[in-house]
Nanobody, 112 residues
């Protein structure tokens, strides 16, 4: 059974940066993604990457976020730059499509 553990969140001022990590154990999927869920909103997919490193982004984060992966380490990263208050959410990684059990996520708060 694959387990996903996210880390790297925190409190950052608008315009700041954070780098999230997601470590997978028990397996690693061909396409992985970063999702986020803000208070009172549905979970949304913000970035995805294939095993061949092809990426795709939601319009809301395009040009600011960069997803990458290390297949040998079974780890997916999300570099987030120029953060905005509306990026505040719990961030999760998971398979794309067809999510499996969700990890605990990592909280990102963008506030001055």
């Amino acid at each position: 059974q694959v387990q996903l553990v996210e880390s790297g969140g925190g409190l950052v001022q608008p315009g700041g940066s954070l780098r999230l990590s997601c470590a997978a154990s028990g397996g690693f999927f061909s396409t992985m993604g970063w999702y986020r869920q803000a208070p009172g909103k549905q979970r949304e997919l913000v970035a995805q990457i294939t095993s061949g490193h092809t990426t795709n982004y939601a319009d809301s984060v395009k040009g600011r976020f960069t997803i990458s992966r290390d297949n040998a380490k079974k780890t997916v990263y999300l570099q987030m730059n120029s953060l905005k208050p509306e990026d505040t959410a719990v961030y999760y990684c998971n398979r794309v499509p067809g999510t499996i059990n969700w990890g605990q996520g990592t909280q990102v708060t963008v506030s001055s």
